[in-house]
T-cell receptor, first 115, second 117 residues
Framework: AQKITQTQPGMFVQEKEAVTLDCTYDTSDPSYGLFWYKQPSSGEMIFLIYQGSYDQQNATEGRYSLNFQKARKSANLVISASQLGDSAMYFCAMREADNNNDMRFGAGTRLTVKP | GAGVSQSPSNKVTEKGKDVELRCDPI?????LYWYRQSLGQGLEFLIYFQGNSAPDKSGLPSDRFSAERTGGSVSTLTIQRTQQEDSAVYLC???????????????FGPGTRLTVL
């Protein structure tokens, strides 16, 4: 069964606007971590933001914030004030505490920022 | 400090040949992961090393794939008798420690792009 679902294969956003990238997940483990990574065309995976299942507040890191809705099992990434350099693939990932070896990744969303 | 490094960055090989891919994790990181990313796809977990424990090989797609980690640091992923479907980017990641709450952040290397002709 698919653990991480990213329903948007591609997204476009105008420079300086905000964009939300969707991610839903499936787990029965009460303890888990959710991650977002950025992969530019150069190929490296860049860690952006982390949300723990027990965290009371939504994670924020600069222009990145995570809209964590635990009951809905969603962990959407919000990028504010988009920049041209934000154009990349974005992957949502989850690791369950009971399965710490296996980080499951979604299929990714390709974000294109238009000038 | 230095990040995760991988070599070579690109590898082109002929079907049936063996290849070795190398990963140097961040110094002090005890956990090391290998992933495979096919063109336009997400990441597929291959193998995980944690300290001196036996590795988790549950993601290896066939017995042609193997990996070792010497001295708890450098890791080598070996693919024997390569096939065209092995063509992908192979990514290595390391993390500083293992947390029972699944909170460890992984830091990725730049990957090795393998092309099997």
């Amino acid at each position: 069964a698919q653990k991480i679902t990213q329903t948007q294969p591609g997204m476009f956003v105008q420079e300086k606007e905000a964009v939300t990238l969707d991610c839903t997940y499936d787990t029965s483990d009460p303890s888990y971590g959710l991650f977002w990574y950025k992969q530019p065309s150069s190929g490296e995976m860049i860690f952006l933001i982390y949300q723990g299942s027990y965290d009371q507040q939504n994670a924020t890191e600069g222009r990145y914030s995570l809209n964590f809705q635990k009951a809905r099992k969603s962990a959407n990434l919000v990028i504010s004030a988009s920049q041209l350099g934000d154009s990349a693939m974005y992957f949502c990932a989850m690791r369950e505490a009971d399965n710490n070896n296996d980080m499951r990744f979604g299929a990714g969303t390709r974000l294109t920022v238009k000038p | 400090g230095a990040g995760v490094s991988q070599s070579p960055s690109n590898k082109v090989t002929e079907k049936g040949k063996d290849v070795e891919l190398r990963c140097d994790p961040i110094s002090g990181h005890t956990a090391l992961y290998w992933y495979r990313q096919s063109l336009g796809q997400g990441l597929e977990f291959l193998i995980y090393f944690q300290g001196n424990s036996a590795p988790d090989k549950s993601g290896l797609p066939s017995d042609r794939f193997s990996a070792e980690r010497t001295g708890g640091s450098v890791s080598t992923l070996t693919i024997q008798r390569t096939q065209q479907e092995d063509s992908a980017v192979y990514l290595c990641a390391s993390s500083p420690r293992r947390s029972g709450r699944g909170t460890d952040t992984q830091y990725f290397g730049p990957g090795t792009r393998l092309t099997v002709l």
